[in-house]
């Protein structure tokens, strides 16, 4: 499990690095909008940009939220799967694992049994990433 472990801990290093990056400058927090009876998805302003704009006597734009208009079914997963949330969903794996981790040298019974499923079924979600191995499918 060992193995596993570094590897869930490296996918969600990838994650986190990505969700950080989609709000480098801006807020974490997108939304949706219905605007000339289109979905337009929202994110919020970018403050450092706009000030490097304003420095290059540039017009200043980017301290506006900004939108672009998406697929009315697309829209709604990607405001949902905005950069706070996966920063959440990231902290929670991180604190189970942590958890799986304390109570790992005590185990050997039915507990450990489902801490090792459960610990599996965090890393199913990467599947599809190199270095996953089946072995670990729950």
Same mark, same amino acid.
């Given at each position: 499990?060992?193995? %596993? *472990?570094? +590897?869930?801990?490296?996918? %969600?290093?990838?994650?986190?690095?990505?969700?950080?990056?989609?709000?480098?400058?801006?807020?974490?927090? +997108?939304? %949706?909008?219905? !605007?000339? $009876?289109?979905?337009? %998805?929202? +994110?919020?302003? @970018?403050?450092? =940009?706009?000030?490097? @704009?304003? @420095?290059?006597?540039?017009? *200043? =734009?980017?301290?506006? +939220?900004? $939108?672009?208009?998406?697929?009315?079914?697309?829209?709604?997963?990607?405001?949902?799967?905005?950069?706070?949330? *996966?920063?959440?969903?990231?902290?929670?794996?991180?604190?189970?694992?942590?958890?799986?981790?304390? =109570?790992?040298?005590?185990?050997?019974?039915?507990?450990?049994?489902?801490?090792?499923?459960?610990? #599996?079924?965090?890393?199913? *979600?990467?599947?599809? #990433?190199? $270095?996953?191995? !089946? @072995?670990?499918?729950?």
């Amino acid at each position: 499990m060992d193995d %596993l *472990v570094r +590897w869930l801990t490296a996918q %969600l290093d990838a994650d986190e690095e990505q969700a950080r990056a989609a709000c480098e400058y801006a807020s974490p927090e +997108w939304h %949706l909008d219905e !605007e000339f $009876g289109e979905t337009v %998805l929202w +994110w919020p302003p @970018e403050p450092h =940009v706009a000030e490097k @704009e304003r @420095e290059k006597g540039l017009p *200043v =734009v980017s301290d506006r +939220w900004r $939108g672009e208009t998406v697929g009315a079914r697309i829209a709604p997963h990607i405001a949902a799967h905005d950069p706070a949330r *996966v920063l959440r969903e990231i902290d929670a794996k991180r604190q189970m694992i942590d958890r799986y981790e304390e =109570v790992r040298p005590h185990g050997g019974d039915v507990t450990q049994e489902y801490q090792d499923f459960l610990l #599996r079924l965090l890393a199913s *979600v990467y599947a599809d #990433r190199p $270095g996953y191995r !089946e @072995e670990w499918r729950p």
